[in-house]
């Protein structure tokens, strides 16, 4: 692989805000950030009831509520589309269906207006079965035959997310593929039997924040315990996860270390050795184009 030389393009140039990570260290309400803590529900069911009391108090509040919920279960809205392969993928919700039917169907079908869909995964009947209130967090399928993906399901909502192979051709999952419990994580695609992974692996391998220190390469059939540590950040930072980038001429393999809200490290993994690139830390890698780099500075 290719270490990409440090020509880059820069797509957008934007004046900053002065900092603010100095009011995060102050910050009284960091005990809400326990999202399943029975004192941070608590507190949001009592500001909820609050709210709720004083918008009920106003004449056309049951008008606004009816008109926004007809709108939200409303069959003609317009989808949120996503291409992936020779398919154009779309989460349908509606009344019958507050979780969602993810669904697909061919892009020349799409074209032509015809409605065809084909059911994925039907999110409310597994929630039903597993007893689980299951949320759709995404589906990342490996080019280019798009048929081994990656399915992220969050009980509950937050951003923990349980990670299942799925099979794009038979609709199944995979249950001896690459699967993993509930945790804050990120996970790449490498190629069919390896994938970049950042996880919770145990005592002390996540950040202050909760979220993963390490990123591994894990090959399959293998233990997630033998993984393969290619990227390794402080306690204090926030993150750790890898990007993988592609252009019709190369791959390029990012591990990033997220500093705080803001600002990011940047490496790129070659295959055997990371290699620091010399980005401010404001910096946004948005993709790349042949041997560049796109990077928005803020």
């Not at 509930?182 to 996880?199: G, L, P, R």
Request: net charge negative.
């Amino acid at each position: 692989m290719k270490v990409l030389s440090f020509s880059l393009i820069l797509a957008h140039l934007y004046l900053s805000a002065s900092a603010m990570a100095d009011t995060l260290s102050s910050d009284p309400y960091l005990w809400l950030e326990e999202v399943d803590g029975k004192a941070p529900l608590s507190w949001v069911e009592k500001r909820n009831s609050e709210t709720f009391a004083r918008l009920g108090a106003y004449p056309l509040y049951e008008e606004i509520y009816a008109d926004t919920l007809n709108t939200l279960n409303s069959k003609d809205k317009l989808p949120e589309i996503e291409i992936i392969g020779r398919h154009v993928y779309h989460l349908k919700k509606n009344a019958d269906h507050p979780r969602g039917i993810y669904q697909r169907t061919s892009i020349e079908n799409f074209k032509q207006g015809k409605n065809d869909w084909q059911t994925v995964i039907d999110i409310d009947a597994m929630s039903a079965r597993d007893e689980i209130k299951w949320v759709f967090h995404g589906l990342d399928c490996l080019a280019p035959s798009y048929e081994k993906c990656l399915m992220r399901l969050s009980p509950g909502g937050g951003d923990a997310d349980e990670l299942r192979e799925f099979n794009a051709r038979t609709l199944t999952f995979v249950e001896d593929g690459f699967n993993l419990p509930e945790a804050k994580m990120y996970v790449e695609w490498i190629d069919q039997d390896h994938i970049f992974v950042s996880t919770d692996f145990g005592d002390d391998s996540t950040t202050e924040s909760g979220y993963p220190r390490f990123t591994k390469i894990w090959q399959r059939g293998t233990s997630i315990d033998d993984a393969k540590t290619v990227h390794e950040v402080t306690k204090t930072s926030v993150n750790s996860y890898a990007r993988r980038l592609s252009s019709e001429s190369q791959t390029v393999d990012l591990l990033v270390e997220g500093l705080d809200y803001w600002n990011r490290r940047f490496h790129q993994w070659d295959g055997k050795k990371a290699h620091a690139l010399r980005l401010p830390s404001s910096a946004v890698v948005e993709d790349v184009i042949e041997n560049y780099l796109v990077v928005s500075l803020t």
